[in-house]
């Protein structure tokens, strides 16, 4: 269970806070003036302390209590702006387009690629199969942690595959992301980044539908999954 201690607000209000602004395109102050109409007056930088605080955590939860996924992966990155320079957005998806795993970087190089992958496979067990680009990073990133598999593991290791146009589903997906940090007019801080793009992972994998919805709404999930 997530510690909403010490906060001066109820914990429905600073879910519902973060929800909104992860879920939907809108700034801070955008939602600071939304909330004021609800009667809720809080300033845009305690939004932005919420959603940095909480996004990680609930998205750590998410992580352990998605539905399984195939083992079949397309894998790729796309771009996120931070600092007024652009760093680098790892996604991996299923053969299906469920969401596997996330990481940004603020280098796309082969360590950056290693740790992505090394991350991914610890969360959701080793695939039989990822599909990725032409990137010589990427490649180099996933045939070292094969090597790994080999001779630490059962011995199992990962079949590469690149062929671009089955990526297509990856592509697609990368646009929720972005239509949603469009707004946000980049980031100022990495770290804020990174969680507020947790956040962002979490509402986008509730609207795929990978947890148990129990006739839930998409905030009761994302309540649900702070508990």
């Known amino acids: 269970m997530i510690d909403f201690k010490g906060v001066h607000y109820p914990k429905a209000v600073i879910l519902h806070a973060v929800f ?18 609800r009667g809720v007056v809080v300033d845009h930088a305690t939004l932005n302390r919420w959603v940095v605080k909480f996004s990680p955590l609930i998205s750590a939860n998410a992580q352990a209590r998605k539905r ?19 760093t680098y957005l790892y996604r991996a998806v299923d053969r299906d387009g469920q969401t596997l795993d996330f990481l940004l970087s603020e280098r796309r190089d082969l360590a950056a690629a290693r740790r992505f992958f090394k991350k991914a496979i610890a969360v959701n067990g080793v695939p039989d199969r990822v599909v990725i680009d032409k990137s ?32 297509n589903i990856l592509e697609q997906d990368h646009r929720f992301i972005k239509r949603i940090t469009g707004p946000m007019m980049g980031f100022k801080a990495f770290h804020s980044a990174a969680a ?32």
Do not use: C, P
């Not at 996924?69 to 652009?86: C, F, L, P, Q």
């Open 20 to 37: 909104f602004y992860v879920r939907y395109a809108v700034s801070y102050r955008d939602l600071e003036e939304i909330l004021a109409e």
């Open 68 to 86: 399984t996924t195939a083992n079949s992966w397309r894998m790729d990155e796309t771009y996120i702006k931070v600092r007024g320079k652009w």
């Open 136 to 167: 010589g990073a990427n490649l180099a990133g996933l045939q070292s942690v094969n090597v790994i598999l080999k001779f630490t593991g059962t011995g199992r290791i990962v079949t590469i595959r690149q062929v671009k146009y089955l990526n």
């Open 196 to 227: 507020t793009i947790a956040g962002i992972e979490v509402a986008h994998m509730i609207r795929k539908g990978q947890f148990a919805a129990n006739h839930l709404s998409a905030f009761q999930q994302f309540a649900a999954l702070a508990a």
